[in-house]
């Protein structure tokens, strides 16, 4: 539905609750209504409802330059943050280990098929060695890295004075062109 579609059936909605709380006002005012009490708990639920409905309709407000500003951010998002060749995966997992001073071992990478249009997922399962801090590190920074990771899973092998070992469960997506 479009914003001008849309505008017709919020004006028509803002005049019937508008109507409701005029007509709660008027009940309100009159003593065939019962208790005064009674009238205003009424009052009270019917505005709360008005009020509601009030501010569903302000969400609305400028949703055409909404969904301009948020397909632009999907396409900054999967320019710059979505890798095209397969190997710029394992490259940048490279690079980042070898930044944070772990080893990496027993990489596995399984690609599915497109998942999305233009999108498919990689599964990576990896062995992670290092000091706590460095393992930490890698994490960290694979977290924040310019290639969107996932860290779906971290489990600790072993762990023998500060060095530990890590199966890491990670995920990555390629766009279309790889």
Do not use: C, W
């Amino acid at each position: 539905m479009t914003v001008k579609e849309a505008r017709p059936k919020v004006r028509v909605l803002l005049g019937v609750m508008l109507a409701l709380d005029v007509i709660a006002l008027v009940i309100l005012l009159t003593p065939l209504a019962g208790r005064r009490s009674d009238r205003l708990a009424e009052y009270a639920k019917v505005h709360r409802e008005l009020q509601d409905e009030i501010h569903k309709a302000a969400d609305l407000r400028n949703v055409d330059e909404k969904i301009a500003q948020a397909e632009r951010d999907v396409a900054a998002f999967y320019q710059n943050r979505l890798p095209a060749r397969d190997s710029a995966i394992p490259d940048e997992l490279g690079k980042i280990a070898a930044a944070s001073g772990v080893r990496l071992g027993g990489v596995r990478y399984t690609a599915d098929d497109e998942i999305a249009q233009g999108l498919r997922r990689v599964a990576i399962d990896a062995s992670l060695g290092g000091d706590y801090v460095k393992v930490v590190k890698f994490i960290n920074a694979l977290e924040r890295d310019k290639t969107f990771f996932i860290v779906d899973q971290v489990n600790l092998a072993e762990q023998q004075g500060g060095t530990v070992r890590l199966e890491l469960k990670l995920e990555a997506f390629l766009k279309r062109g790889a």
